[in-house]
């Protein structure tokens, strides 16, 4: 594969990253309520970081936009820890609590908790090949 495919294909899985963050990140602050009130109903967060919590998640989600377009590499590694404490939270909350509920935003609270993991888990592989990628570049510069 050469330099310019790895380009490319980083910076496809870079834009997707941005679009699908950006896209969760306006939606929980677009309706925050709705996101407020699913995040009251997880057994797994203590009710009095809530408030604070739905307002870190989605500006952090838009920082991490930021990052992205003007720190790739460091939105890859910001974007990827996003991803994963997202994927292992829905993952507890469905496989230990009563609760299923998904408080992602927009189209995701749609989705079906299979579903729903494979996206998450899809998007993981692609953040971790972009990663990959960006490294063999800077290390076939170096």
């Given at each position: 594969?050469g330099?310019?495919?790895?380009?490319?294909?980083?910076?496809?899985?870079?834009?997707?990253?941005?679009?699908?963050?950006?896209?969760?990140?306006?939606?929980?602050?677009?309706?925050?309520e709705d996101?407020?009130?699913?995040?009251?109903?997880?057994?797994?967060?203590?009710k009095?970081?809530?408030?604070?919590?739905?307002?870190?998640?989605?500006?952090?989600e838009?920082?991490v936009?930021?990052?992205?377009v003007f720190?790739?590499?460091?939105?890859?590694?910001g974007?990827?820890?996003?991803?994963?404490?997202?994927?292992?939270?829905?993952?507890l909350?469905?496989?230990?609590?009563?609760y299923?509920?998904?408080?992602?935003?927009?189209?995701?609270?749609n989705?079906?908790?299979?579903?729903?993991?494979?996206?998450?888990l899809?998007?993981i592989?692609?953040?971790?090949?972009a990663?990959?990628?960006?490294?063999a570049?800077?290390n076939m510069?170096?």
């Amino acid at each position: 594969m050469g330099k310019t495919l790895k380009s490319w294909v980083s910076l496809l899985i870079s834009g997707s990253l941005i679009m699908l963050l950006a896209y969760t990140g306006i939606m929980k602050l677009w309706e925050h309520e709705d996101f407020l009130i699913k995040l009251l109903k997880s057994p797994l967060i203590p009710k009095r970081h809530i408030e604070l919590i739905s307002y870190a998640v989605p500006v952090f989600e838009l920082l991490v936009v930021g990052l992205l377009v003007f720190k790739p590499r460091w939105g890859l590694y910001g974007s990827l820890m996003l991803l994963c404490s997202f994927t292992v939270y829905l993952v507890l909350l469905n496989r230990y609590t009563n609760y299923t509920g998904c408080s992602c935003g927009g189209i995701f609270n749609n989705l079906n908790y299979t579903t729903h993991l494979f996206v998450n888990l899809a998007f993981i592989i692609a953040n971790v090949l972009a990663i990959l990628m960006i490294s063999a570049e800077k290390n076939m510069e170096e």
